[in-house]
């Protein structure tokens, strides 16, 4: 499968919100996770959506976002930028000069396929060019956390029962010469 990742344009906007409005209801399905709150899907799509508007008005200065390209379908996505309340609320010593890596989504026919892995490269190659110092990372999907567990190991933080019981919420803090 030939995939090319490359910054956003303007005109991905409309196939971007309809590819975030696809994975994040196929992972709410797959890992079997009820919406915590009524519209929990669509807020989440929004919240992704919004960076990408970010991006896109400021040239990838703050909100940075790539994606993956096959054929002419979007197959994948990453970003890094703003912390969001998440962190904030539960890093006491944070790291200001670090960013938040998110919007990490791949097609749900092509997942396990390395694309995520691919992604994740790319944008750290990017972090640093940037000379951008480390990152945080937080995710409340129980699967995906399986993945960055493998990928950074274990968490820097786990918020227990954050969802519900047994649903914990993980954060990462890495410093990007650990990863990189
Ligand atoms: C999580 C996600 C981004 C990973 O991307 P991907 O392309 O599917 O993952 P890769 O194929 O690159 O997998 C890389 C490694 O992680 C492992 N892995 C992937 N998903 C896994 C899972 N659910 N449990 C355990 N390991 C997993 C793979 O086996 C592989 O291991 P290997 O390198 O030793 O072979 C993707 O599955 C996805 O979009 N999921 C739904 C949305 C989501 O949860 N996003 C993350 C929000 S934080």
């Not at 890992?31 to 508007?53: A, C, D, H, M």
């Not at 703050?62 to 096959?70: F, I, P, R």
């Not at 047994?166 to 954060?171: A, E, F, K, R, T």
Request: proline share 4%.
């Amino acid at each position: 499968m030939k995939i090319q990742i490359r910054r956003p344009k303007l005109k991905d906007k409309k196939e971007l919100f309809d590819f975030f409005q696809l994975v994040i209801k196929d992972t709410f399905q797959r890992e079997n996770i009820s919406e915590f709150y009524p519209g929990e899907i669509t807020v989440e799509v929004q919240k992704v959506f919004q960076v990408v508007l970010n991006d896109l008005e400021g040239s990838g200065r703050e909100e940075y976002v790539l994606l993956a390209q096959t054929g002419n379908q979007i197959a994948g996505t990453i970003a890094f930028g703003f912390l969001n309340d998440i962190i904030k609320n539960n890093i006491k010593a944070i790291k200001n000069s670090f960013v938040l890596i998110k919007g990490v989504y791949v097609l749900p026919e092509i997942q396990n396929q390395g694309l995520g892995s691919r992604l994740f490269e790319t944008l750290l190659g990017h972090l640093k060019q940037k000379s951008v110092p480390g990152f945080y990372l937080d995710c409340g999907y129980p699967s995906a956390q399986q993945f960055w567990i493998k990928k950074l190991g274990p968490p820097f933080l786990i918020l227990k029962n954050q969802w519900g019981e047994n649903q914990d919420h993980y954060i990462w803090e890495v410093s990007l010469s650990v990863v990189w």
